[in-house]
C-alpha cells in the first residue's frame, strides 16, 4: 500500500470495511494510535518490562477524554503492573460489567523477525509487531471505544469496568487477583478471546464467541529404587517401569463428551469443513458414543482437543550414570481437561491406567485453576449477535470452546461468567499470535469500533 496519512487511510478503510452505518473516524485514528505506541512498548516478562508503561499510557488516554483519574488504578506487582478503571453507572445496585484484556505480550526476539516487533508498522493493510494481534489492538479498540461513547455522551446505568492484567503469558499472578477483587461482576467480556474468521479471499465467515476453555493441568510422575550396578540388573527398574506406564497413558482414550456450548458449536462449525470431517461433527453432536465419528475426530489434531481431555507426555528424565541401574526415573504429564472435571479426578483416572503402585503422582500445575463452561446467557448472546449484524450482515454467530487458557478461567472460577466477545477477524494465514511476524489486519478497526460501541451499551443498560 503506497504511504498515505494516518486519518487518510482510516477514512479510506472505514469506507471499505463496513456494509452499513457510518464510521467513527476519530475513535479509529485513536485505537490505531494507541495499539502502535503500546507495541513500541516491550511489556514482556524479566529485566525492562514496560507493562507498566502500557497501563500509563491507557490511563492518559482514558484521563483526557474525561475519566476521573481517581477511579483508575495502576497497581505494581513484581516487574509488571494491572490497570482497573472505573466508569460509574448511574444505578449502583446493578452488578458491574467488565470488560477484561491483557497489556503483556510473549518475548520476541527481533534477529528473528523480518521487522523489529517492537517498532511497529503499518504495511500493506497490515499493522505489524509484537502485540498486534494478542492483544495491543484489542485493548486499544476497548479504550478507542469507551473514550467514544464518553464523547457521545453516553451514560451507562450499569458501572462498567476495564481491567488490563500485566502477566497473563506468564504467571497470572495479576489475573488472579483482578479476578478476586471483581467478583462482583455480572459478567465479564474478555477481548482476548473469540473472534471472527475470514476467507483467504477476505469474506468473513462466521464469528465465535469463547464460552469455555480447558483446564490446563501438569502431573509429575516418579518411580524411585534403590539403584545399583547396571551388571547386575533386576526387574523394578525405575525407567522401564515409568515407560511402560507412559506407553499405557498414550494409548489411553478419555471418555468424548460434549456439553450444550460444543455441541452447538459443533453443528454450527461443521458448515466450514470438509465432508468427512463435517458429517463426523454432525454425527458426534447428536451421539457422542458414535465410533466412527470419535475415530475420524480423533485422527484430526484440531479437532481431538474439542471431544474431550487428553493427557500426553511432554518431558521425561531418569537414571543417573550409564553403567549404573536408574534410582530415579520421572515424566510431566500435561493435560487439558474438558470443563466440568476437576484435576484430582483426571489424576487419579491416570493412575488407573498407569496401573503400576511404584510411580508416585503429584499435581505440579501452576498458574492455573479448574473452571466450568459460562451459561450461554440470552442477554449476552443476543447483543453479540445485534453488534455483529451491524457491521457484518448475515455471518453467522456461534459459541466456541479454547484448548487454551486465558484469564476468562480465573472469574470463571469466581463464579462469574466469562465470555471471549473480540470483533477481529482474520485468515487462517494470517495468524501469528506468539509467533514470528504478528500482524492483524487494520479493515478490522472500523467494524470493531462500532461493533463495541453497540456491545458496550446494550450490556450496561
Not at 6 to 32: D, I, K, N, R, Y
Not at 182 to 189: H, I, S, T
Not at 327 to 339: H, L, V
Amino acid at each position: 500500500m503506497k504511504s498515505v496519512g494516518l486519518f487518510s487511510l482510516l477514512a479510506l478503510l472505514s469506507s471499505t470495511a463496513l456494509a452499513a452505518g457510518p464510521g467513527h473516524p476519530v475513535a479509529e485514528e485513536q485505537a490505531l494510535d494507541l495499539a502502535k505506541k503500546s507495541i513500541a512498548l516491550r511489556s514482556v516478562a524479566g529485566p525492562g518490562n514496560k507493562t507498566p508503561e502500557v497501563a500509563e499510557l491507557f490511563k492518559s488516554s482514558l484521563v483526557a477524554a474525561g475519566f476521573s483519574a481517581s477511579d483508575i488504578e495502576i497497581t505494581p506487582i513484581d516487574d509488571t503492573a494491572y490497570m482497573i478503571a472505573r466508569w460509574p453507572g448511574s444505578d449502583p445496585k446493578l452488578k458491574p460489567l467488565v470488560i477484561s484484556g491483557h497489556i503483556d505480550v510473549v518475548e520476541a526476539k527481533p534477529s528473528d523477525w523480518e521487522r523489529d516487533p517492537f517498532t511497529p508498522i503499518v504495511e500493506n493493510g497490515y499493522l505489524y509487531g509484537r502485540g498486534a494481534t494478542d492483544m495491543k489492538l484489542d485493548a486499544a479498540l476497548a479504550v478507542a471505544s469507551l473514550v467514544e461513547l464518553k464523547r457521545q455522551g453516553y451514560k451507562p446505568r450499569r458501572t462498567i469496568i476495564l481491567e488490563f492484567s500485566g502477566d497473563e503469558e506468564t504467571t497470572m499472578k495479576t489475573s488472579a487477583i483482578i479476578a478476586e477483587k471483581l467478583k462482583d461482576a455480572d459478567l465479564v467480556l474478555n477481548i482476548d478471546g473469540g473472534g471472527g474468521m475470514m476467507s483467504e479471499e477476505g469474506k468473513p465467515l462466521y464469528f465465535t464467541w469463547q464460552g469455555a476453555e480447558k483446564t490446563y493441568a501438569d502431573f509429575e510422575l516418579t518411580v524411585t529404587n534403590p539403584g545399583g550396578h547396571s551388571s547386575a540388573p533386576r526387574k523394578d527398574n525405575a525407567i522401564n517401569q515409568l515407560s511402560a506406564a507412559l506407553a499405557r497413558i498414550g494409548q489411553y482414550q478419555f471418555k468424548p463428551e460434549v456439553n450444550e456450548l460444543t455441541r452447538q458449536s459443533f453443528v454450527e462449525a461443521a458448515k466450514y469443513e470438509d465432508p468427512q470431517t463435517a458429517a463426523a461433527m454432525k454425527a458426534f453432536a447428536a451421539n457422542p458414543a458414535d465410533k466412527a465419528a470419535i475415530a475420524t475426530l480423533n485422527a484430526n489434531p484440531s479437532m481431538i482437543g474439542k471431544i474431550g481431555t487428553t493427557c500426553v507426555t511432554t518431558m521425561i528424565n531418569g537414571g543417573h550414570a550409564l553403567n549404573a541401574l536408574p534410582q530415579r526415573a520421572t515424566a510431566n504429564i500435561n493435560c487439558r481437561i474438558f470443563p466440568g472435571h476437576k484435576p484430582a479426578d483426571i489424576m487419579a483416572e491416570l493412575q488407573r491406567v498407569a496401573a503400576e503402585p511404584a510411580i508416585s503422582f503429584k499435581d505440579v500445575t501452576e498458574g492455573s485453576v479448574p473452571n466450568d463452561a459460562s451459561p450461554m446467557r440470552p442477554d449476552f448472546v443476543a447483543a453479540v449477535k445485534k453488534a455483529l449484524g451491524k457491521v457484518y450482515p448475515g455471518v453467522p454467530v456461534f459459541p466456541a470452546m479454547s484448548s487454551g487458557a486465558s484469564d476468562s478461567m480465573w472469574f470463571r472460577y469466581q463464579n462469574v461468567p466469562s465470555y471471549g466477545a473480540s470483533p477481529v477477524f482474520m485468515k487462517e494465514s494470517d495468524d501469528f499470535s506468539h509467533g514470528l511476524n504478528e500482524r492483524t489486519p487494520v479493515s478490522n478497526i472500523a467494524p470493531s469500533i462500532s461493533y463495541y460501541l453497540s456491545l458496550f451499551t446494550d450490556l450496561s443498560r
